[in-house]
């Protein structure tokens, strides 16, 4: 029998409407009763979190693990140690493996290698289509017996809206949410950063805004035709946000999620021809930033993410076209979000944005997760809100360093994460 308190905290828990300074007990692992505490006969440790934010255990809904097939870019183990350091227990790891996760027994690699090596909840998503080539469905249900928690061919957008109609048709019958990469390659063609003034002054092919808002506009189409829910990822564009809160208003059962870089960088961040810089989608205008920071303040976007892409410095240590896309982000997503959305622009307070964080996405998916209610697992995470720190790369838990962030001053990050009960990381 094993029990702790914590004492002293600030305990917000949006799922259960709680704000309040309060002692958090926890026994055998999950959240329990004060009175349970005093009943323990064994020795009671003691965590005094006075200045902190007790937050149910964070949950981040796009990560790349890069198991299997690519360790030389991030492991499952090193992945989970960066989310921990990161404030996160939970974490939904994308299909685009080698070999892709379109098959029961790839599943059930997953699951095991995470409950062997992973410090952190890992939770599989399955492909939608067959090797993420958009030419032949996956097989959803066996997929969804197997235990994933979405479908989502996430790296890749299937372009043919017949078989993306089929997709949601089937998760709609198994009770998977539908995850989805908006991108038209016909109009993003060879882009590597956003069209617009700074790709025709640095002479870089342009990523057009219209090449996801189209892929939106499709899916709010889909969302309604086939009455299911379906989640637009890292949402860049102003008008994929106007697009998404029209139909939201019009109750649609459409979502979308932002990642910190972008707004936290614009284009003209690529100046220096910085392939830490280079993401897919792209880092946009200044007015879609805006735009985004808009979204998230009147509840449009609900859902936090990184986005976490991890590449071996040898793979961005190339011509700008040829490196590939994506940063890495779980060690300071939560930082960045503290700092622009809570203490610079003021968008949202604390509250909020741990309900991005929790509450948010576990209604996504459907997770028995993001809440400190009695009984539920002891997955905590404690944050100092106020904390002035600067990130340094070479001190990172993941094992690739291509953050466009080294060096940065920011305000908050997470103190300690506890995942059933025991602290995986402390600062």
């Given at each position: 029998?094993?029990?702790?308190?914590?004492?002293?905290?600030?305990?917000?828990?949006?799922?259960?409407?709680?704000?309040?300074m309060?002692?958090?007990?926890?026994?055998d692992?999950r959240?329990?009763?004060?009175?349970?505490?005093?009943?323990?006969?064994?020795?009671v440790?003691?965590?005094d979190?006075?200045?902190?934010?007790?937050?149910?255990?964070?949950?981040?809904?796009?990560?790349?693990?890069?198991?299997?097939?690519?360790?030389?870019?991030?492991?499952?183990?090193?992945?989970?140690?960066?989310?921990?350091?990161?404030?996160?227990?939970?974490?939904?790891?994308?299909?685009?493996?080698?070999p892709?996760?379109?098959?029961?027994?790839?599943?059930?690699?997953i699951?095991?290698?995470?409950?062997?090596?992973?410090?952190?909840?890992?939770?599989?998503?399955?492909?939608?289509?067959?090797?993420?080539?958009?030419e032949?469905l996956?097989?959803?249900?066996?997929?969804?017996?197997?235990?994933?928690v979405?479908?989502?061919?996430?790296?890749?957008?299937?372009?043919?809206?017949?078989?993306?109609?089929?997709?949601?048709?089937?998760?709609?019958?198994?009770?998977?949410?539908v995850?989805d990469?908006c991108?038209?390659?016909?109009?993003?063609?060879?882009?590597?950063?956003?069209?617009?003034?700074?790709?025709?002054?640095?002479g870089?092919?342009?990523?057009?805004?219209a090449?996801?808002?189209?892929?939106?506009?499709?899916?709010?189409?889909?969302?309604?035709?086939?009455?299911?829910?379906?989640?637009c990822?890292?949402?860049?564009?102003?008008?994929?946000v106007r697009?998404?809160?029209?139909?939201?208003?019009?109750?649609?059962?459409?979502?979308?999620?932002?990642?910190?870089?972008?707004?936290?960088l614009?284009?003209?961040?690529?100046?220096?021809?910085?392939?830490?810089?280079?993401?897919?989608?792209?880092?946009?205008?200044?007015?879609?930033?805006?735009?985004?920071?808009?979204?998230?303040?009147?509840?449009?976007?609900?859902?936090?993410?990184?986005?976490?892409?991890?590449?071996?410095?040898?793979?961005?240590?190339?011509?700008?076209?040829?490196?590939?896309?994506?940063?890495?982000?779980?060690?300071?997503?939560?930082?960045?979000?503290?700092?622009?959305?809570?203490?610079?622009h003021r968008?949202?307070?604390?509250?909020?944005?741990i309900?991005?964080?929790?509450?948010?996405?576990?209604k996504?998916?459907?997770?028995?997760?993001?809440?400190?209610?009695v009984?539920?697992?002891?997955?905590?995470?404690?944050?100092?809100?106020?904390?002035?720190?600067?990130?340094?790369?070479?001190?990172?838990?993941?094992?690739s360093?291509?953050?466009?962030?080294?060096?940065?001053?920011?305000?908050?990050r997470?103190?300690?994460?506890?995942?059933?009960?025991?602290?995986v990381?402390?600062?």
């Amino acid at each position: 029998m094993s029990a702790t308190i914590i004492r002293s905290g600030r305990v917000i828990d949006p799922a259960n409407n709680r704000d309040e300074m309060v002692d958090l007990a926890v026994v055998d692992g999950r959240i329990a009763e004060r009175p349970e505490v005093r009943g323990q006969k064994s020795q009671v440790e003691e965590i005094d979190a006075s200045g902190l934010i007790v937050a149910p255990g964070l949950i981040d809904v796009h990560v790349h693990l890069r198991e299997p097939g690519f360790g030389h870019k991030e492991t499952m183990e090193s992945g989970a140690r960066a989310a921990a350091a990161g404030g996160f227990t939970t974490i939904v790891c994308m299909p685009n493996t080698s070999p892709v996760a379109d098959s029961p027994a790839t599943i059930a690699w997953i699951k095991d290698r995470a409950a062997e090596v992973a410090c952190v909840n890992v939770l599989p998503t399955g492909a939608i289509s067959k090797n993420i080539a958009g030419e032949e469905l996956a097989p959803i249900g066996s997929l969804a017996q197997a235990g994933v928690v979405a479908i989502t061919d996430d790296g890749r957008c299937i372009q043919n809206h017949e078989l993306m109609r089929r997709a949601v048709e089937y998760a709609r019958m198994v009770g998977l949410p539908v995850l989805d990469h908006c991108q038209d390659y016909n109009l993003v063609g060879n882009g590597v950063m956003h069209e617009g003034y700074w790709s025709t002054l640095l002479g870089l092919p342009g990523w057009p805004a219209a090449g996801e808002e189209v892929i939106v506009m499709r899916n709010i189409l889909l969302a309604d035709l086939c009455d299911h829910h379906i989640h637009c990822q890292h949402v860049t564009s102003a008008r994929s946000v106007r697009l998404i809160r029209d139909a939201r208003a019009r109750g649609t059962k459409i979502s979308g999620e932002v990642c910190p870089h972008h707004i936290a960088l614009t284009d003209e961040a690529l100046e220096n021809f910085d392939t830490n810089y280079k993401m897919n989608p792209p880092l946009r205008s200044q007015r879609d930033v805006d735009a985004l920071l808009e979204g998230i303040a009147d509840g449009t976007l609900s859902i936090l993410a990184s986005d976490h892409a991890p590449h071996a410095e040898f793979e961005k240590e190339v011509e700008f076209d040829a490196a590939p896309f994506g940063i890495i982000g779980l060690e300071t997503e939560l930082g960045l979000f503290l700092d622009l959305l809570v203490h610079k622009h003021r968008k949202i307070d604390i509250v909020r944005l741990i309900e991005m964080y929790t509450l948010e996405p576990a209604k996504l998916l459907g997770l028995e997760a993001g809440t400190l209610s009695v009984g539920a697992p002891a997955d905590v995470t404690l944050i100092d809100p106020n904390l002035e720190w600067t990130v340094k790369i070479d001190k990172f838990e993941s094992a690739s360093r291509n953050s466009p962030f080294d060096g940065r001053e920011l305000k908050g990050r997470a103190v300690r994460t506890m995942v059933g009960g025991k602290t995986v990381w402390k600062l």
